[in-house]
C-alpha cells in the first residue's frame, strides 16, 4: 500500500485529538477538588491529566509528520499549530470544561483541525498527484531528475524529509516510556491506566512508522522488524504500568532503549541503500551504538532536563494560567511531556547521524574511490564516479 503512510499518521493524529478531548473534559476534572487546606495541596503528580494531554498534542503533530511523510510546509506548520493548541488547551482547562457534549465537540473540533491541516499540505502543487512510494519523503519526486540542478533540489528534498521523519520518530520514542509511566497522587484515579497505555501505545506506533517511513524501503525485513518491536513495545507499556510507581525507572529506560534502537534499525540506509534502493543487511554496530548511547544517556537526560526545568517555572505558569492551585512548596511542577520532548530532539539529532549512508568519498557527493558497491550497476562515466585506476 503505498499510502500506509497517510492512513497511519492521519489516524494517528485524529486519535491523539481525541484523546486530547476527553483528557480536558473528563480527565482534567479529577484532578481540580483542591482547596485552601494542607492536606489537600497541589503536588508533584497533580496534575497528571495535563501531562497526557500535552503528551496527545504532541502525538497529533507526530501523526502529521508521518502523514506528510516529513514534507516541509507540514514542518514549518507544526510549530505554530502546537503553540496555537497549547494556548487553546490552558483557556479551556481554566474556563473547566466537562461533559460528554464538550467532549464530543472538541474532538470533532481536534480532528478537524488536525485533518484540515494535512489534507491543504498534500493537496499543494508540488506534492499532489505524486504518492510517495514507501520509504520516500512525500516532497520528493519518484522520477528521474531531468536536469543536475532538479536532482540535486530532489536529493535536498529528500534529505530534509528523511531528517524530519527521523525527528519525528525519535521525540514519539523518547515520550512514549514516560506517558506509560505517569503518576498520579494515588496511583489508581479513574481513566489513569486507560489514558496513560492508549497514549504511550499511539506514541510507540508513530515512533515505529516513522522510522520505517524514513526508510528508503520498507522491505520485507524492515515490515518484521516493525512488528517485532510494536510487539515488545506492548509488553514494556503494561509491564511498566503493572510494577508500582516507585519501581518504574527501570522499564522505562529499557522501553527507551528497545524503542530508539528499533528507529535506528528501521531507518538505517547503507550505501547501497542511498545508491541502487536495494535491501541492505542493517549495519548492527551502529543499531548497537543507538541502543548503547540510549542505555547511557536516555537516564541522564531524564534526570538532567527534568532538573533543568524543575527549576524553570514553565509549568508553573501554566498551572498559573489554567487557573489551577499551585504545587506546593515541598514538590516541584514538572511537564515530564516537555523532558521527553527535548530527549527526543537530542536523539533525533544522534540517530539521523548513525542511520546516514555509508560516506561515499572524502571530497564532493560521488560514489567512494574503491567503486561502486557490489551488485551496483556501473557509474557509466558519470560525473564523480570513481576511478580504479
Do not use: C, H, K
Amino acid at each position: 500500500m503505498r499510502n500506509w503512510a497517510v492512513l497511519v499518521g492521519g489516524a494517528g493524529a485524529a486519535l491523539a485529538a481525541t484523546l486530547w478531548a476527553v483528557g480536558l473534559t473528563t480527565l482534567q476534572p479529577l484532578t481540580e477538588p483542591y482547596g485552601p487546606w494542607s492536606e489537600r495541596l497541589a503536588g508533584d503528580t497533580t496534575y497528571w491529566a495535563r501531562d497526557l494531554r500535552f503528551a496527545a498534542i504532541l502525538a497529533v503533530l507526530l501523526g502529521l509528520l508521518l502523514a506528510a511523510r516529513g514534507a516541509r510546509p507540514m514542518v514549518l506548520a507544526a510549530a505554530p499549530l502546537a503553540a496555537a493548541w497549547v494556548i487553546a488547551d490552558v483557556l479551556l482547562d481554566r474556563a473547566d470544561v466537562e461533559g460528554r457534549a464538550m467532549t464530543l465537540l472538541l474532538a470533532a473540533a481536534g480532528v478537524l483541525a488536525a485533518l484540515g491541516l494535512l489534507t491543504a499540505v498534500l493537496r499543494r502543487p508540488s506534492l499532489a498527484g505524486r504518492p510517495p512510494s514507501a520509504g520516500t519523503p512525500a516532497d520528493v519526486s519518484p522520477v528521474p531528475s531531468e536536469s543536475p540542478s532538479a536532482g540535486a533540489a530532489a536529493d535536498r528534498s529528500a534529505s530534509r524529509g528523511r531528517r524530519a521523519l527521523i525527528l519525528t520518530a525519535a521525540i514519539a520514542a523518547a515520550v512514549a516510556p514516560l506517558a506509560a509511566t505517569t503518576e498520579s497522587p494515588t496511583d489508581a484515579e479513574s481513566g489513569l491506566v486507560a489514558a496513560a497505555v492508549g497514549t504511550a501505545a499511539l506514541l510507540a506506533v508513530l515512533a515505529i512508522g516513522s522510522a520505517l517511513a524514513a526508510a528508503p524501503a520498507a522491505d520485507r525485513r524492515r515490515r518484521t522488524t516493525a512488528g517485532l518491536l510494536a510487539a515488545l513495545a506492548a509488553g514494556g507499556i503494561v509491564l511498566s504500568r503493572a510494577l508500582p510507581p516507585g519501581d518504574r525507572l527501570g522499564p522505562t529506560v529499557l522501553l527507551g532503549v528497545l524503542l530508539l534502537a528499533g528507529v535506528a534499525a528501521l531507518a538505517d540506509r547503507t550505501r547501497r541503500d542511498a545508491e541502487t534502493g536495494s535491501p541492505e543487511p542493517v549495519r548492527w554496530r551502529r543499531v548497537g551504538l543507538a541502543a548503547l548511547a540510549a542505555l547511557v544517556g536516555y537516564p541522564l537526560l531524564l534526570y538532567g532536563f527534568g532538573a533543568v526545568l524543575s527549576i524553570l517555572p514553565v509549568a508553573a505558569a501554566l498551572t498559573r494560567a489554567a487557573g489551577n492551585t499551585a504545587v506546593g512548596s515541598a514538590e516541584v511542577d514538572l511537564l515530564r511531556t516537555a523532558v521527553g520532548l527535548l530527549i527526543g530532539l537530542v536523539f533525533g539529532a544522534l540517530l539521523t547521524w548513525l542511520t546516514a549512508p555509508a560516506a561515499a568519498g572524502r571530497a564532493g557527493s560521488g560514489p567512494a574511490s574503491n567503486g561502486p558497491a557490489p551488485g551496483a550497476p556501473p557509474a557509466g562515466g558519470r560525473a564523480g564516479a570513481g576511478r580504479t585506476g
